[in-house]
């Protein structure tokens, strides 16, 4: 039974049979874009990289970004060009319609006509021969250029002409308007007509040397023919070629015959294999006038009436038309065991694709609107599709339905794969489930309570299960799901996307998540984002094909990875496809990449199908041609000329440019011509005498500097084109900044010279003043010195004299002191004046040692305590063989005030213990301890190893240890007492720096 008659049960339908129109890449160009007209007449690219438009409103030169327009005003002959050229010394010729030819030299215009031999007709062909002159086709002969004047071609007779061609030989030919083919070779000329070597037709319009074996292509009204092997043959036309006048030739990148058809599209020829190209393969008009082929390899279409055309990026062919499919949004695709592709949309249709030919299935066995998520094809017979209203698996004469009421856990089936028992597996928004001996089941879950939604399912290598669900990644192991380990420490959910590769590693896709791979023999795993480098991280689709790629259809663009350099380097190497670059499918759908046996990989998008045809993809390995396209100062336009500054009327910059100290702030504006992709063009620059090193990679085409210090600097410029190939030798300008006056080389050595004389002379002056004033001053030093010694001695005599009056009245005091005590019977009170009595002596042998001794600043304390120890004792009548009298205060001196409030406080404390501490005349040892513990805080220790007191508590609301808490506070200190062998009084006390 043939296979038409098995789909016709399968699908209870009628099939519709229609060729695919296969759309290609077309970049367009018109009015709206800039280009002063929309006739096209001829193209051209010169030897910097930039295409030439002649229009019938002028030409117009187009850097891959904008258009500049050039016409009469700038002094062309005619806005109505005809033809251009460019010959050997880079000058552009440029003929037009109705009035002679102009030259440009890249800065002036030139016209000629009548007056320079040339009669002012229409030119419609120009070339130069091996001798470097310029020919001419008129409407009236052919015309060459000598010695700046035009004469007529003595070897052609007098005729219009209209193609002229100088092949790789150097040999002349030249199409006439009525008459034939022309050949001139040497003095030689050939004549080729219609009747006696078959061509087409004798009105010769377009003539092409092939860049390969050099085979003559010869375009006529009637249609192209070749000149091989001396021999002119006619190339067969497709029946839907109704208007056979070629008007251009060219020879793409992979070697095929463009044919341009003045009314009737394009033909590509492979070895006499012929395509019709037309507008519904992407042509914005099947009236073309004008080929080229760039340096970039990209073909370029003039048409008549619709602007500019760019042929590129020929790998991707694509299927926006399908059939009757009135909305060809493709939501599920796949391929039998034979390579057929299967598709279908979110509209409920499904298609496939046989021998280049689509055949739609206009079923009826699902309600209209069905969205089919996922097809699995066994065979035509057998055919598992899952939608949004069940699953559906369509055999001969029954196609039988599940849904929820057959026990799935929801009607929404994303994906329907098999194991290797051949029990079926569905992926569900309510989880997975699985069909066996008839029954559906649903899977159970061993780590979470359930996986959410199930989007896909992925048999591998070991015929294992993989499920991508919207809590993550999940294995079947017997008969449940499992989370895998190794995966767990990435936060990766919402998989909608399993592939794998031929070394193990399989790669699952994150929605929002990006992309995560898994070594299954190891346990490596590796995640790419955003963060590391991933362009998007929206992943809706994943397959790894048999060339070793790994391609990732993100909501963005669509990538291909190179997983050999990933298996090497554990990084991701990748060439991105968007609809700048030839993707124009836009968004790639769930599950919607495959790879037929004939290597080519297909996609579904929300647009229809996109077909990647490998042997025809290629990178573009011309680097940006690179031009500064203005220079500002300030980031305000600048007239350079107005300022003084020669110009460079080719590039329009100042020639040796020297900027003044008050004007460096100087912004530099750029442009990398490249005409596969501008907008992925790439800029580096640097300031060589100002950067250290080349800036980051950055796509704004402009580097500004500010505050430049005086010097010579050089401004250098790269530019990476749209496949990552930087240019070689990057564009500099050098350029100067001068310093100001009063920093110039002869203005500093004058400056020196005249500080330099001024010094000396200021110096010798100087030393002669310096003499005198030494001598001057010498005996003013010595007048005051012996004035200041004398006032010192006088201070110093001045002090010890109040130090000794002091000394005296309180000696006084002392003896007052002592005559009272001898009338005083109460003893309480002569204790009391007793007590007052020492206090006032200790004050009194400070003030007689700052009398003895010269130093009236500084008190040595250990000097101070012994005399006031040795003023009690014998106040007291106790001799140091009695009590034993130990002094350890190291050699620090203090201001009088300090020494007066510590000599209070010893004087109290040493009476207490002469008083106290050895009753009945005990023998015994007495001590006074000063210790330095930290800063400006000292420790002072007044011991005895008496009887102790005990009540210290008493004693401490005795007068004389109040006096000694109140004067301890005043150095900011504070008392404690012990009562253990003896009595020990600790005082901490600050002293003053």
Same mark, same amino acid.
């Given at each position: ?79 109505? =060009? ?37 009669? !002012? ?158 507008? %519904? ?31 590129? !990026? ?49 079923? +009826? ?66 989880? =997975? !489930? ?51 380990? %190794? ?9 909608? %996307? ?56 993100? +909501? ?44 080519? =990989? ?218 009272? %005590? ?17 206090? =006032? ?153």
């Amino acid at each position: 039974m043939c296979v038409r008659r098995y789909l016709l049960i399968l699908w209870f339908s009628i099939l519709v049979h229609t060729v695919w129109a296969q759309q290609y890449n077309f970049r367009n160009w018109t009015i709206a874009d800039g280009l002063p007209q929309s006739d096209i007449t001829d193209l051209l690219q010169d030897n910097r990289m930039r295409i030439w438009v002649a229009t019938r409103g002028g030409i117009s030169l187009f850097d891959g970004s904008s258009f500049r327009t050039y016409n009469r005003q700038q002094g062309l002959a005619s806005n109505n =060009v005809s033809t251009l050229f460019q010959d050997s010394r880079n000058q552009l010729w440029i003929g037009s319609a109705d009035n002679g030819l102009t030259k440009y030299d890249g800065q002036n215009f030139s016209t000629f006509g009548s007056s320079q031999g040339l009669p !002012a007709t229409a030119i419609h062909s120009i070339t130069e021969n091996n001798l470097g002159q310029l020919l001419v086709a008129t409407d009236s002969g052919v015309y060459r250029l000598q010695q700046n004047r035009f004469i007529k071609h003595d070897k052609l007779p007098p005729q219009p002409y209209l193609a002229l061609h100088t092949d790789a030989l150097g040999t002349v030919w030249a199409g006439s308007k009525e008459n034939g083919l022309y050949k001139i070779s040497g003095s030689e000329v050939q004549h080729y007509k219609s009747l006696q070597y078959k061509l087409p037709s004798n009105t010769i319009t377009a003539i092409y040397s092939e860049r390969t074996d050099g085979k003559l292509w010869i375009g006529t009204s009637g249609g192209p023919a070749y000149l091989e092997d001396k021999t002119i043959a006619q190339l067969p036309l497709p029946p839907s070629v109704t208007h056979p006048l070629v008007s251009d030739f060219t020879q793409d990148a992979y070697g095929k015959i463009l044919v341009a058809l003045q009314q009737d599209g394009l033909l590509s020829v492979d070895q006499e294999q012929v395509q019709h190209l037309t507008r %519904a393969n992407g042509l914005s008009s099947n009236h073309i006038s004008a080929l080229l082929l760039d340096s970039e390899k990209n073909t370029w279409i003039g048409t008549s009436g619709y602007g500019l055309q760019q042929r590129r !990026a020929q790998w991707f062919m694509h299927y926006f038309t399908i059939g009757d499919i009135q909305e060809p949004h493709i939501t599920a695709l796949a391929q039998d065991t034979k390579g057929t592709v299967w598709f279908g949309t979110a509209n409920g249709e499904a298609a496939y694709m046989q021998n280049g030919r689509q055949t739609t299935l206009d079923a +009826n066995v699902w309600p209209p609107g069905t969205i089919l998520y996922s097809m699995w094809v066994i065979s035509p017979e057998n055919v598992w599709v899952s939608t949004s209203r069940g699953v559906w698996n369509l055999r001969p004469r029954q196609a039988k339905h599940y849904t929820t009421a057959n026990g799935l856990p929801a009607d929404e089936v994303y994906f329907v794969a098999a194991d290797a028992r051949n029990n079926v597996w569905f992926a569900t928004a309510g989880g =997975v !489930a699985s069909l066996q001996n008839g029954e559906i089941k649903r899977t159970i879950v061993s780590d979470d309570p359930e996986t959410g939604k199930a989007y896909h399912i992925y048999r591998d290598k070991q015929n294992r299960l993989w499920f991508g669900t919207e809590k993550g990644v999940y294995l079947l192991t017997q008969n449940k799901l499992h989370k895998v380990p %190794a995966l767990q420490k990435h936060a990766f959910t919402e998989v909608r %996307a399993i592939t794998e590769d031929g070394n193990g590693w399989l790669y699952f896709g994150g929605y929002n998540y990006g992309l995560l791979g898994y070594h299954q023999p190891t346990g490596e795993t590796k995640l790419f984002n955003a963060d590391s480098g991933l362009p998007g991280e929206g992943i809706k689709s994943l397959y790894a094909d048999r060339d070793n790629n790994l391609w990732i259809a993100t +909501n963005r663009n669509v990538l291909k990875a190179d997983l050999a350099y990933f298996h090497d380097t554990r990084k991701l190497k990748y060439r991105e496809y968007n609809g700048q670059n030839g993707f124009s499918g836009l968004e790639v759908s769930y599950n919607g990449i495959t790879q037929t046996p004939d290597g080519r =990989v297909w996609f579904g998008t929300i647009k229809g199908l996109t077909q990647y045809i490998p042997e025809l993809d290629r990178i573009n390995k011309a680097a940006p041609q690179l031009r500064l396209t203005d220079i500002r100062l300030f980031m305000r336009p600048t007239d350079w000329q107005q300022l003084g500054y020669r110009i460079d009327q080719a590039s329009g910059l100042p020639v040796n440019l020297r900027l003044p100290h008050s004007k460096d702030h100087i912004t530099f504006y750029y442009h990398g011509i490249c005409l596969s992709d501008p907008a992925r063009v790439r800029y580096r620059y640097m300031l060589e005498g100002h950067d250290q090193q080349w800036s980051e990679t950055s796509e704004q085409p402009y580097a500004t500097y500010a505050n430049l210090g005086p010097g010579t600097y050089t401004f250098k410029l790269k530019a990476r084109n749209n496949d990552g190939y930087w240019t070689q030798q990057p564009l500099t300008y050098t350029f100067s900044v001068v310093p100001p006056v009063w920093r110039r080389e002869w203005f500093i050595a004058l400056l020196l010279l005249l500080v330099t004389g001024s010094l000396i002379s200021v110096v010798r002056l100087r030393e002669r003043s310096l003499v005198k004033m030494n001598t001057l001053l010498d005996m003013r030093v010595k007048h005051r010195t012996r004035m200041l010694e004398r006032k010192h001695r006088e201070k110093e005599l001045l002090l010890q004299e109040v130090h000794h009056r002091v000394k005296n009245n309180l000696q006084i005091v002392i003896s007052l002191l002592n005559l009272q %005590a001898r009338h005083v019977q109460d003893p309480i009170a002569l204790e009391a004046m007793q007590a007052l009595r020492s206090r =006032v002596r200790s004050m009194a042998l400070l003030h007689e040692r700052l009398y003895r001794h010269n130093n009236l600043e500084h008190i040595n304390l250990e000097n101070y305590f012994r005399e006031i120890c040795e003023s009690l004792y014998a106040s007291y009548g106790i001799t140091e063989e009695k009590v034993n009298l130990h002094i350890s205060v190291p050699p620090i001196n203090v201001d009088i005030d300090t020494a007066i409030t510590l000599g209070l406080v010893v004087n109290e404390l040493i009476s207490n213990t002469l008083k106290y501490a050895f009753p009945d005349g005990r023998d015994g040892r007495l001590g006074i301890d000063l210790e330095h513990l930290r800063g400006d805080t000292y420790q002072l220790i007044v011991w005895d190893n008496g009887v102790g007191t005990p009540e210290v508590r008493d004693q401490q609301q005795s007068f004389g240890l109040k006096l000694v808490s109140s004067l301890i506070k005043k150095l900011d200190g504070e008392i404690n007492f012990e009562n253990i062998n003896g009595t020990k009084t600790i005082l901490h006390f600050v002293l003053p720096s």
